[in-house]
Each structure stands twice: as structure tokens, then as C-alpha cells.
């Protein structure tokens, strides 16, 4: 399996060649173009029911989809929904990362990927969701961002804040807390200023440099409204 | 044993993800192999003295382990189940200390998260029971919160999907016939936020239905049965009832019960979209309850009265739907009566004010001959 990211900057694919009878997860709907060698299968992972609370609890994509080079080797072409950078991560196996639920493009068969549940006030306000990924195990992860991405680099004890909007992915030794970004609760609640998340190292915390809910906001005004 | 790498080890020369590292739990303490150096396997020992335990990670479920040796600060990242047993059986008693109160915080920690997310879905539970129980009102409070363009385009896929099977009526008397009654119908309707589509489809089947978001379908076998337009406008009436009030959006939202209602309380309409599709949820086979009949009738006998138009038609059609033929069956699959329907409606006329109706500007019979029935006197 090898990955190669074609067009970098804001609207970047990636090309992915596969040997006869590998697989790779990919999330639903970003595939482009491949070979006529590959198979996509949509299995629902956890089966129906399992799949429809994910849907549900965490607005995820239905499924992830498996391509797979059943018919002989082939390539894929894969590229996010949003204009953003794309980077290609090569899990070692003890490195685990926390990744929120749009931020996940493609990861190898080695790769486990599980939702995890979050605590409800993270859910509540950390901007993620309810659910985020814990992705570990070994071998190629590719995660895509709003905008371009940052790698933050902590060492331990270090901290640093990030608006919580921003986040893409971050090592499972980093803790956080969450902080209000406003002066008061309230006036976090109301301003839309929203809240903030105070990291503590070791680790790396990949950022995007764009916030996906205030660009929303943003075109939003410019719509017109039907009467 | 094996060599894949079992811990990160941190420290000023290696990266900031961390170093992998493979750990061994000896009598005196630590040894470290950092299994990604180029130049042959280097290790450090830490004795167990040197050491400060924590607990750490996003769930402070990981065991920390700190220490100054000879190369500087290092501090290892545990979260091997089996590590950190083999870590708290070969350490010292009062290394145990803080280690157990880390894993007892932990323990708590997800306990509480468990209570917290247990109490969420006790919460969702009572939702679905309440709507399995027919709690109407968390239906409606639902259903107010879906905009009128996730309607539409629910509505809409179900009616291109539909018309591409049917043989449409573009033009002609019956065409112009229903755009006049569509008009007038919809010119009395305050605040409208549907932009109504009425398709004439031929066919013989006697009945008319609407989609949510505005989309009517009418048949001309329900109009060849009609005895003038004033009855096929009591039907429309009745279909733009059902529209206006939400009838078909409550339909679904209770058929998918606590899918639906989480999902809108979670603020995620368009998921409801694909979920009603994907659960082949069939809009054109909906069928209305008993209550949203009775409201159709009867908002729908207000609107007519507002558009000049007189009710009784309505209430003929009704009564001749009753009487026995082919054609009620089809009517009734989609539309349930309830008993005393067109009494209902008679009573509700009378205790109207009386009303000076305005007559439409086509000629029913024409209509008629137009989709081939004979010009004979209609019983
Ligand atoms: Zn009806």
C-alpha cells in the first residue's frame, strides 16, 4: 500500500495503490476514480442497528466504505467533500490519535478505527460531537482538514490552546480541558464565541486552519432568503 | 517476549509524538529499548526510586512514568493492560499508592460518564415510548422543528420519482380546470409558504394524494366520478389540508418513532431525509390516521368557504365515495373514513354564515367529454 498526496494545497486528492487483495476503509463518498480492479463494499460495520445509532449519535456517515483490490492490484482516488489540505500519517503501532468525525479520510486494513463516546460535556461543547474516532493500530491513517493543517507539537507538560472548532486530530497522551472562550459561561453560550480547549502535553495536536461552522455562517449571508 | 514496541517514551531529543519504545518490568525497576533507533538498540534503566507515577492521557486511564537519568528528563506512556499490571505487581508497596488512586479516579470517572450517558438514554427512551403511546404533541413539536425545505425535498423526490412512471396530462380543459381551482384555493391561504405543484396524472384510479412540501396528485378517474368542479375542488381542498397542516411529515416522524425524534433533536434534519429513504419509508402509500382526515375535512371545508367555493361539492363527494363501487376502495386506502364523515361536514356547513358561492369559469360537462365520458345526466 502506498499513498501519495497529487494537487497539494486546497484541493488535493490522494492516490493510493493497493496489491492484489489489500483493502483500505475510506470514508463514504470520497472516492473519485479507481481501477476497475477494485471492489467498493459498503458494510455496515456493527450491522444495521449498530450503524444507525452511529448515523444517529454521532452524524457520522452511514458507513465507512471498504476498497478493495479483489480483481488484481489497482489505485484509488480519494478526496474530502471540503476544500482543505490532506496529510498521510504512518501509525507505529503505539501512537493512538484522537480524531474528530470529519476530519478521518482513509486509513489501512491495520488501521482499527472505533468510535468512541465522549463525556457529555465534552460532547456538549468541545464542537466535536458526541462521538470522536480513536484510531490506533499500525500502518497508513490520511486525515483531511478545513483550510490548511498545523501540527502543534507538545512536549511534556506543555500547553497550549486551541478553539475547539479548529481541531482535527490529537495523540491520546495530550489531556484537555475545556475553557470558556468568553469572559463568562453565559456570554460564551450567547456570543458564539464558543469555547476553547487547553491541551497538556506530550503529544501533537493537528489544527486546521479554518473554522468550518463560521464559514458556514459566513456564506450563509450572502443566500437569499425565500419568502 | 515480544519486540513490537509497548510504550512512548518522551524526552527533549525525541519527536513530539513521542519515541516507541519497548519496556521491561524488572525486580529493580525499568529497562527501556527505544526500537526505532537507526544506530542498534539503545537502552536506559530507571530504578524504581527514581520514579514519579501518575496517571495521564485523554482519559488518564494511561500509567505515567517520570524520571531524571543520565540522558535528562524522560517520562514513558503506558497503556498496555498487561504493563501496567506487571508495572504495579513489581513495584514497591508505596509506589502502589498513587498508582491505585489513579486507577480508582479513573474507574470513577467512567462510572459517572456511564451514569451520564445511561440518564441520556433513559431520556430518548421515554421520548419513543411516549410516541409509541401516541403522544401527538411530541410528534408536532418534532415536526415544527424540520424547515419547509427539508419537506419539499422530500416531497419532491418522491414525486418526480412517481410522475416518471405516469402518463401526465400537460394541457387541455381538465389541466386549465385544476390550475383554476389551485388558485383559487391557494390565493386564501395566509403566510403559504409551499409553492403547490398539482399534476394531472391519467389514470382510472379514483383518488388524489399529496406529498409533504406541496406536491398533489390528481387522477382523472377521481374526476370523471366527480358531478361538477366544485366536488374535485372539495378534494383538493381536503389534499392541501393535509400539506398545510404537516400530515404527511407527522406520518413519517411517528413511523420512525425515536430514530426520527433523536435525530431532529439533534439537529440533524438532513439525516432524517436519508433516513426516511433509506428505510424505504413509501410517502405514496402513507396513510393518513383517522384525526388527520377529520382535520383535512375540516380546515379544508374553511378554506373552501374562503375561496368562494361551494362546500357542498365536497360533501357530495364524499357521499358518493360511500356508496358502494370500485372507486372507494382506492380513495379509502389512503384517506380512512370516519364514520359520519359527510354528516360531520354537513353539520359543520350549517352552523356556517351562508355563503354567496362564485361559480368557476369552465364548464364541468366539457371537462367531462374531454377525458371521455359521455355527455349523460350524472345521478
Ligand atoms: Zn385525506
Known amino acids: 500500500?502506498?499513498?501519495?498526496?497529487?494537487?497539494?494545497?486546497?484541493?488535493?486528492?490522494?492516490?493510493?495503490?493497493?496489491?492484489?487483495?489489500?483493502?483500505?476503509?475510506?470514508?463514504?463518498?470520497?472516492?473519485?476514480?479507481?481501477?476497475?480492479?477494485?471492489?467498493?463494499?459498503?458494510?455496515?460495520?456493527?450491522?444495521?442497528?449498530?450503524?444507525?445509532?452511529?448515523?444517529?449519535?454521532?452524524?457520522?456517515?452511514?458507513?465507512?466504505?471498504?476498497?478493495?483490490?479483489s480483481r488484481g492490484p489497482g489505485e484509488v482516488l480519494l478526496a474530502p467533500t471540503v476544500p482543505g489540505e490532506i496529510v498521510i500519517m504512518e501509525l507505529d503501532g503505539v501512537n493512538e490519535y484522537l480524531v474528530q468525525k470529519d476530519g478521518f479520510l482513509a486509513g489501512a486494513e491495520s488501521v482499527s478505527i472505533e468510535s468512541k463516546m465522549q463525556s457529555l460535556s465534552r460532547g456538549l461543547m468541545g464542537g466535536e460531537g458526541f462521538f470522536i474516532l480513536r484510531i490506533s493500530g499500525k500502518g497508513m491513517l490520511i486525515l483531511n482538514s478545513f483550510g490548511a493543517i498545523h501540527k502543534i507539537e507538545l512536549k511534556p507538560d506543555q500547553e497550549y490552546i486551541v478553539d475547539n472548532s479548529h481541531l482535527v486530530a490529537w495523540s491520546a497522551t495530550t489531556s484537555y480541558n475545556i475553557e470558556k472562550a468568553a469572559s463568562g459561561w453565559v456570554a460564551s453560550f450567547t456570543s458564539g464565541e464558543g469555547f476553547v480547549c487547553r491541551f497538556r502535553g506530550p503529544g501533537v495536536v493537528y489544527?486546521?486552519?479554518?473554522?468550518?461552522?463560521s464559514f458556514g455562517n459566513w456564506i450563509r449571508q450572502f443566500i437569499p432568503v425565500s419568502e | 517476549m515480544?519486540?513490537?514496541?509497548?510504550?512512548?517514551?518522551?524526552?527533549?531529543?525525541?519527536?513530539?509524538?513521542?519515541?516507541?519504545?519497548?519496556?521491561?518490568?524488572?525486580?529493580?525497576?525499568?529497562?527501556?529499548?527505544?526500537?526505532?533507533?537507526?544506530?542498534?538498540?539503545?537502552?536506559?534503566?530507571?530504578s524504581f526510586s527514581d520514579l514519579t507515577v501518575l496517571?495521564?492521557?485523554?482519559?488518564?486511564?494511561?500509567?505515567?512514568?517520570?524520571?531524571?537519568?543520565?540522558?535528562?528528563?524522560?517520562?514513558?506512556?503506558?497503556?498496555?493492560?498487561?504493563?501496567?499490571?506487571?508495572?504495579?505487581?513489581?513495584?514497591?508497596?508505596?509506589?502502589?499508592?498513587?498508582?491505585e488512586r489513579a486507577v480508582e479516579r479513573v474507574r470513577?470517572?467512567?462510572?459517572?460518564?456511564?451514569?451520564?450517558?445511561?440518564?441520556?438514554?433513559?431520556?430518548?427512551?421515554?421520548?419513543?415510548?411516549?410516541?409509541?403511546?401516541?403522544a401527538d404533541l411530541l410528534v408536532e413539536l418534532a415536526v415544527a422543528r424540520i424547515p419547509v425545505e427539508w419537506e419539499q425535498k422530500l416531497g419532491q423526490s418522491a414525486y418526480k420519482d412517481f410522475l416518471a412512471q405516469q402518463e401526465i396530462m400537460k394541457e387541455g380543459l381538465t389541466v386549465?380546470?385544476?390550475?383554476?381551482?389551485?388558485?383559487?384555493?391557494?390565493?386564501?391561504?395566509?403566510?403559504?409558504?409551499?409553492?403547490?405543484?398539482?399534476?394531472?396524472?391519467?389514470?382510472?384510479?379514483?383518488?388524489?394524494?399529496?406529498?409533504?412540501?406541496?406536491y398533489i396528485v390528481?387522477?382523472?378517474?377521481?374526476?370523471?366520478?366527480?358531478?361538477?368542479?366544485?366536488?374535485?375542488?372539495?378534494?383538493m381542498s381536503h389534499e392541501l389540508n393535509h400539506v398545510l397542516q404537516r400530515h404527511g411529515l407527522e406520518r413519517i416522524v411517528k413511523q420512525l418513532g425515536l430514530v426520527a425524534v433523536v435525530s431532529i433533536i439533534l439537529g440533524d434534519q438532513q439525516g432524517l431525509v436519508s433516513l426516511a429513504r433509506q428505510l424505504g419509508v413509501e410517502l405514496l402509500t402513507l396513510k393518513f390516521s383517522r384525526a388527520q382526515e377529520t382535520e383535512a375535512d375540516l380546515t379544508g371545508l374553511q378554506l373552501l368557504y374562503r375561496a368562494k367555493i361551494d362546500p357542498s361539492g365536497m360533501i357530495s363527494f364524499f357521499q358518493r365515495?360511500?356508496?358502494?363501487?370500485?372507486?372507494?376502495?382506492?380513495w379509502f386506502s389512503t384517506h380512512p373514513m370516519s364514520q359520519g364523515r359527510a354528516e360531520r361536514l354537513k353539520a359543520e356547513l350549517v352552523a356556517m354564515p351562508k355563503l354567496a358561492p362564485v361559480p368557476f369559469t369552465f364548464e364541468w360537462a366539457k371537462v367531462r367529454e374531454s377525458l371521455g365520458v359521455q355527455p349523460a345526466p350524472v345521478p
Open chain 1, 207 to 213: 489544527i486546521q486552519s479554518r473554522n468550518p461552522g
Open chain 2, 55 to 99: 496517571a495521564g492521557g485523554q482519559d488518564h486511564d494511561q500509567l505515567v512514568l517520570k524520571w531524571t537519568g543520565a540522558q535528562g528528563e524522560r517520562t514513558i506512556y503506558l497503556k498496555n493492560p498487561d504493563m501496567i499490571r506487571a508495572f504495579r505487581q513489581a513495584a514497591p508497596d508505596h509506589m502502589a499508592d498513587p498508582l
Open chain 2, 176 to 214: 386549465s380546470a385544476v390550475d383554476e381551482m389551485t388558485h383559487r384555493l391557494t390565493a386564501q391561504i395566509p403566510d403559504n409558504p409551499y409553492k403547490f405543484e398539482v399534476t394531472v396524472v391519467k389514470s382510472d384510479v379514483v383518488n388524489a394524494f399529496a406529498l409533504p412540501g406541496g
Open chain 1, 1 to 69: 500500500m502506498k499513498g501519495e498526496i497529487l494537487y497539494p494545497g486546497a484541493f488535493p486528492m490522494v492516490r493510493i495503490e493497493l496489491a492484489a487483495g489489500e483493502h483500505i476503509k475510506a470514508e463514504s463518498g470520497a472516492m473519485v476514480a479507481s481501477s476497475p480492479t477494485i471492489d467498493i463494499e459498503s458494510k455496515m460495520e456493527g450491522g444495521f442497528l449498530g450503524a444507525l445509532s452511529r448515523k444517529l449519535l454521532t452524524g457520522e456517515k452511514f458507513f465507512f466504505q471498504t476498497l478493495r483490490a
Open chain 2, 108 to 134: 470513577q470517572v467512567r462510572h459517572r460518564r456511564r451514569m451520564v450517558w445511561s440518564a441520556v438514554g433513559g431520556v430518548a427512551l421515554a421520548f419513543m415510548l411516549g410516541l409509541w403511546f401516541g
Open chain 2, 2 to 46: 515480544s519486540t513490537e514496541p509497548n510504550a512512548l517514551c518522551f524526552g527533549q531529543e525525541f519527536p513530539a509524538s513521542g519515541a516507541p519504545s519497548l519496556v521491561y518490568v524488572e525486580a529493580h525497576g525499568l529497562t527501556v529499548t527505544f526500537v526505532s533507533d537507526t544506530s542498534g538498540r539503545r537502552s536506559e534503566v530507571a
Open chain 2, 321 to 330: 365515495l360511500s356508496e358502494k363501487d370500485e372507486g372507494r376502495m382506492e
Open chain 2, 218 to 235: 390528481v387522477f382523472t378517474g377521481l374526476m370523471k366520478k366527480a358531478g361538477n368542479g366544485e366536488e374535485v375542488a372539495g378534494v
